[in-house]
């Protein structure tokens, strides 16, 4: 059973950096061909993928957030972990992080979830 887990700080003050880090147990982040994803919900609004970062390293990020976004691994540690740069009120949400399986080119769908995060931004 893969189980994943967000942490990092509840509170980010506008202009600064968000950092979150998933911790992946019961399977590799580096076993073919499953990809991990940062995916976040603003309150009150829908589910947003930000980025992906796959099996063999690889990244794709959302085109509206890709000027700001960093997603890196450790896979000594099973990790994989999101830098959003800049923040501002509107980055305020609940932060998931997924794995996701392979359905078309740089298209996944995602069968593993963590809890979530919530992230709010604020001074």
């Known amino acids: 059973q893969v189980q994943l887990q967000e942490s990092g700080p509840g509170l980010v003050k506008p202009s600064q950096t968000l950092s979150l880090t998933c911790t992946v147990s019961?399977?590799?982040?580096?076993?073919?061909?499953?990809?991990w994803s940062w995916i976040r919900q603003p309150p009150g609004k829908g589910l947003e993928w930000m980025g992906v970062i796959t099996y063999d390293g690889s990244t794709y990020y959302s085109p509206d957030l890709k000027s700001r976004t960093s997603i890196s691994r450790d896979t000594s540690k099973n990790q994989f972990s999101l830098q959003l740069n800049s923040v501002t009120p509107e980055d305020t949400a609940v932060y998931y992080c997924a794995r996701g399986v392979v359905v078309a080119f740089r298209h996944w769908a995602y069968d593993y979830w963590g809890q979530g995060t919530q992230v709010t931004v604020s001074s």
């Open positions: 019961g399977g590799s982040i580096t076993t073919s061909y499953y990809a």
